[in-house]
């Protein structure tokens, strides 16, 4: 009996690793993605190995041979008042990030820009409207 459990048990560590492992030789990427995006295989965090890439659609990088920059991409997401699109390299997903720019905090107040901590990159910074009160020691 006690043999019997130890060979589940074996089973059941081995077999996932085995099926993962054809998985992870061939880093492949097959989503069918939607056009202007691209499947592209993405780094993952996890607590238990193996941990392959996941495929993701990602924005497909435009060609810009006018530009003369090599891999520049126009952002085409739309964000809201005080964010500006941006584009996330590594995979080339686009994100809206905050930005301090005037009017965005109340007169007598100023603007800066937090780092978060998050889960999943991108982590842009959040603005935030701090008092600008001064005080001077004598």
């Given at each position: 009996m006690h043999r019997a459990i130890l060979l589940l048990k074996l089973l059941w560590v081995a077999l996932p690793t085995a099926a993962n492992a054809d998985a992870c030789g061939t880093n492949a990427c097959t989503l069918d993605c939607?056009?202007?995006?691209?499947?592209v295989l993405q780094n993952v965090t996890c607590i238990r190995s193996p941990c392959p890439p996941i495929p993701t659609c990602a924005a497909t990088p435009s060609?810009?041979?006018?530009?003369?920059?090599?891999?520049?991409?126009?952002?085409?997401?739309?964000?809201?008042?005080?964010?500006?699109?941006?584009?996330y390299e590594p995979d080339a997903s686009e994100y809206c990030a905050d930005v301090c720019t005037e009017g965005r905090c109340p007169k007598g107040s100023t603007c800066e820009l937090q780092e978060v901590q998050c889960i999943r990159a991108p982590c842009p910074p959040v603005a935030t409207c701090t008092n600008a009160t001064t005080t001077l020691n004598d």
């Open positions: 939607q056009p202007g995006e691209t499947c060609d810009s041979s006018s530009s003369g920059s090599e891999g520049s991409t126009t952002c085409t997401q739309e964000c809201g008042d005080f964010q500006e699109c941006r584009i």
